[in-house]
């Protein structure tokens, strides 16, 4: 049992000269920019952001009038279509009544039975319908879109 010598380990020791000291002090960091040099940079980039921001509210601005400008143009055109599609659609109702009463005996159109509706008003007055009469003549999609109702197909 000669072979089972216990290896003795050389015990660890401070290198020659002992450690170094532990550092404790309070390292600053680096600087790269001065204060005076970060507050010229800040003041820098927002005049020349500035600069910018004005070339470009006074495009977007030029925009707007021409833009104001041009609505302001076409609104009577559009105001008229309006009217005039209005006018169109209620023409539309009164013809498909007509062939829808053809053949009832004593039916004229725009009265019940002959007799008007509205006994205070001309004749020949504009009698505006309500929103189910308007669209009454009219196809799904007219009414779908006035609504604003979106069905899936």
Request: net charge positive; aromatic share 12%; charged share 25%.
């Amino acid at each position: 049992m000669a072979d089972c010598v216990p290896l003795v380990k050389k015990q660890d020791l401070p290198p020659p000269g002992g450690y170094k000291p532990i550092p404790f002090k309070r390292i600053p960091a680096k600087q790269y920019f001065s204060g005076f040099a970060c507050i010229a940079g800040y003041l820098g980039i927002t005049t020349v952001s500035a600069y910018l921001y004005y070339l470009n509210c006074k495009q977007v601005k030029k925009n707007e009038i021409e833009m104001r400008s041009a609505k302001m143009a076409i609104y009577p055109m559009l105001v008229a279509e309006r009217d005039r599609e209005y006018l169109k659609q209620l023409r539309r109702n009164r013809d498909a009544e007509a062939e829808l009463m053809r053949d009832v005996p004593g039916w004229v159109v725009g009265t019940w039975y002959g007799e008007r509706v509205y006994k205070l008003l001309p004749a020949d007055a504009l009698i505006e319908p309500i929103f189910h009469e308007f669209y009454a003549h009219s196809d799904e999609k007219s009414w779908n879109n006035r609504t604003n109702l979106s069905i899936a197909c």
